[in-house]
């Protein structure tokens, strides 16, 4: 009986440990997808900004990439929260 009682509380276990697993990575992918939809709505503004300006399609992409990088700090730590 206690070799019974002890397989079943290590099955509990598992599947505690892997219903945590799920709810970490659900939570990353969460903060992840909300990450990059506003790295798309800064990406938009910023090109919809650049050109009402006369910048060239080049010139805006890579003002876009430079601001994203600069921000790339920022992003980190919405993840790692």
Known sequence: MGTKKTTDMNIEKELRCDAEEEIA???ID???DSILMKIQLMEKSILRKSEA???SETNRKQF???H???NVD???KKILL
Do not use: A
Request: no cysteine; net charge negative; glycine share 6%.
């Open 25 to 27: 990575e659900v939570t």
């Open 30 to 32: 969460e903060k992840l």
């Open 53 to 55: 300006h006369g910048e």
């Open 64 to 66: 876009v990439m430079k």
């Open 68 to 70: 994203v990088f600069e």
């Open 74 to 76: 920022e992003f980190e």
